[in-house]
């Protein structure tokens, strides 16, 4: 499938589509060169259930487990959300605006929605993702890179350090470096050092 046949309307063909209402359209003249990696699971820790799809279409019964009093009422969505068995779900069109950032700042700019394109991996903070996971997420980036002009990867708690900590340490960024062939100028300063490095600093 060529490039262009793969995206119609900022929606990827690979991916199953579950349309959210949570999105608006990004400010003028903003450049979409972002990617940003969320974790999400609901219940936190429990995978494979319909409650991650049914929070980003505001479906959640807010009653069907005591963690959900925490969160009752959000209205948010990721323009990507990837199973542990690698299954792709597209809740919002690139083109527009997703609400999965939040308060952050990055590469000097606030509000990171507005020229981002979120992707969520079904996860917990810290914890490990499955190859799968990291197969569907480097083919997704790499078509996203493709389709808009992107020149940062970077990870939640990256773009909103001390109010968000995922995808954690549990997120080999290493290895996702090595599937996408990318200089270390897409990625978030320092992320690469070793541990030696670190307690140098």
């Known amino acids: 499938m060529s490039t262009d046949a793969q ?14 209402p949570n999105f608006g359209p990004r400010p003028k003249g903003s ?14 820790g429990e ?6 799809q049914a929070l980003f279409t505001n479906c959640l019964d807010w009653e069907a487990h005591p963690y959900f009093a925490q969160i009752r009422g959000m209205q948010v969505s990721a323009h ?6 690698g299954a792709l779900i597209q809740f919002v069109s690139c083109d527009d605006r997703a609400w999965h950032a939040g308060r952050s700042h990055y590469r000097g700019r606030d509000n990171c929605n507005n020229d981002s394109v979120g ?3 079904e996860g917990l903070d810290g914890q490990e993702f499955t190859p799968l ?3 569907a997420l480097s083919r997704l980036t790499a078509a996203i890179a493709q389709h808009y002009p992107i020149a940062h990867i970077a990870g939640h708690e990256h ?23 990318w200089p270390d100028r897409c990625f978030p300063e ?12």
């Not at 990507?80 to 068995?85: A, G, K, L, Q, T």
């Not at 320092?190 to 600093?201: G, V």
């Open 80 to 85: 990507f959300f990837i199973r542990r068995d």
């Open 7 to 20: 995206w119609q309307q900022g929606w990827y063909a690979l991916a199953q589509q579950v349309t959210s």
């Open 133 to 135: 996971q990291y197969e």
């Open 31 to 44: 450049e979409v060169d972002l990617v940003v990696i969320h974790a999400i699971s609901l219940p936190p």
């Open 190 to 201: 320092n992320i690469f050092l070793s541990k030696s490095d670190e307690k140098k600093l």
């Open 159 to 181: 773009i909103a350090p001390g109010r968000k900590q995922d995808p954690g340490a549990g997120f080999d960024w290493h290895f996702f470096q090595a599937t996408l062939a």
């Open 47 to 52: 995978y494979g259930g319909p409650e991650v």
């Open 119 to 121: 992707i969520e991996l």
